[in-house]
C-alpha cells in the first residue's frame, strides 16, 4: 500500500528546496518540517503531516506500507502532470504497486488523480482543509494566500492590467475599442479549449542551442516579427479605410497584410524546431514540424488569395474561380503532403528501437512500456501497469523522443 500525498504546484522545492519524489516517513517528515518553517501558511505542509498519519495508522495494521510525495511544476498544467507522471514511475520502480491513498490540499491536485489511477487503484482520497475559527476570517486568509501564488497572480492581476493597458495604447493612437475585444475573446477561446498550454509547451520546449542568451535572442527575434505582422495590419487597415473599403473587404486588407508576416514567424518557429530535432537524431519529430510549416504554407496562400479576390484594389487581381483553384491546389498538396509525412513516419517507426521505450498520452497519462511493433497490423504493443497487453495503432503516435507519446 502506497501513501502519496500531492504537491502539484511543487511548493515543496519552490519553498522549502526540496527535491521531489520524497521516499519515507523519515525524509517524509524532515521535509514537511523544512516545509512549515520555510511558509507556515502553506497547506502543502499539512498535506505532508497527515499522510504521514495516515502511515502511521495504516502500519500498525499492515506491514507492507510505504508513504511517498511527488510534486508537479509551479506553471501547474500539462507541465506539472507531466512531472506527476515521471515521478511516479521512480516511485512505482522502487515499491511496486498495485494499490494506494491519495492525500491533496483541494481541487488543483484534482487534475492528477487520472494519472494516478491510470498506474494503480486508489482506495482511498482524503483531502485536507486547515481550520479557521471563524469561515469568514478563513476565506479572507485563503484569498489572501492565493494572491502571491504566481499562477493565481498572473490571472486576477496579469490580465487585467494587459487590459487597462492596452485601452491606454488604443486611446492614444485612437485606435477601434473592437480590436481588444478580437484579443480577449482569442484568449478566451485558447484558455477554454485548453490550448493555450499546447502553445506555451510549443515554445518552452523551443532551443536553438545550450546557450540560454542564444535562445532569448531568438525569440527576441521573433516576438519583433509578431509585432511587425501586427503593426503592417494596422497600417493596411488605415489604407483600406483611406481607400474606400469598407465591412468585410476591409477586413480581408488587413488579415492578408497580417498573414504576410505571421506566416514568416511560424515556419521560423517549426524550422528551428525541426532543425532542434534533427541535431537530437529525433526523425519523428523533423517530419511533424516539416508537415507544420507546409500546412502554414497552404493556409497562408488560402487566406491571400482570398484576401486578393475580396479586395480586388491592386495587381495581380483575382477571380472567384482563382481563389477556387487555389483552394483545389492546396487541398490536393495538403492531402500529398500528409501522405508522403505518414509514409516516412512508418519508415521511421520500423526502424527505431521502440523496445523499452514509456509510453505515455498528450495528457502526461502513464499508459505503459513498450514491448514490440507489430508491423503487419501496423501496432505497437504495449505492456499496461496492470501487466495487459495493449495494441495501440501506429497512426496515434504523436511523438517519439526519449519517449513515446500517443494520442489520449
Known sequence: MLVIATDIDNDLWEKARVKGPVFGREENLKAAMKMALADPEDPDANVMFKAINIYD???????????????????????????????????????????????????????????IKSRMKI??????????????????????????????????????????????????????????????????????FGMDDRIAEVFGGLQVSKDKAANMIFLTALSALFLISLWMAYQAYNYGAAYGLIGISLYAHTLDAFVLVFSWVLIVLFAVKMFDAFIKKFKFEVLNNALYISVVLLSAMIIR????????????????????????????????????VGMLKTEVIASTKLESKEVY????????????????????????????????????????????????
Request: neutral net charge; hydrophobic residues 45%; charged residues 25%.
Open 57 to 115: 495508522d495504516l502500519k500498525k495494521k499492515e506491514k507492507d506500507v510505504e508513504i511517498v510525495t511527488v510534486t508537479g511544476d509551479k506553471s501547474m498544467g500539462i507541465k506539472a502532470s507531466r512531472e506527476v507522471a515521471k515521478q511516479l514511475d521512480k516511485v512505482l520502480k522502487a515499491y511496486p504497486s498495485e494499490k494506494c491513498v491519495v492525500i491533496s490540499d483541494g481541487a488543483s491536485d484534482e487534475t492528477i488523480m487520472h494519472i
Open 123 to 192: 482506495e482511498g482520497n482524503v483531502v485536507v482543509f486547515v481550520k479557521q475559527a471563524k469561515e469568514l476570517e478563513k476565506t479572507y486568509f485563503v484569498i489572501l494566500e492565493k494572491l502571491k501564488d504566481p499562477y493565481y497572480a498572473k490571472i486576477i492581476f496579469g490580465v487585467p492590467a494587459l487590459i487597462i493597458l492596452l485601452l491606454s495604447i488604443m486611446f492614444l493612437f485612437s485606435i477601434k475599442w473592437q480590436y481588444l475585444g478580437i484579443l480577449i475573446g482569442t484568449y478566451l477561446v485558447l484558455k477554454g
Open 305 to 340: 488569395v482570398g484576401a486578393k479576390w475580396v479586395t480586388s484594389i491592386s495587381a495581380p487581381y483575382v477571380s472567384f474561380g482563382d481563389f477556387l483553384l487555389a483552394i483545389v491546389v492546396a487541398g490536393v498538396a495538403g492531402y500529398v503532403s500528409s501522405y508522403v
Open 361 to 408: 498520452d498528450e495528457e502526461g497519462s502513464y499508459v505503459g512500456k513498450a514491448v514490440k511493433l507489430d508491423e503487419k497490423h501496423n501496432e505497437l504493443v504495449v505492456l499496461t501497469p496492470m501487466n495487459k497487453k495493449q495494441p495501440i495503432p501506429t497512426a496515434e503516435i504523436v511523438e517519439i523522443t526519449e519517449k513515446i507519446v500517443v494520442k489520449a
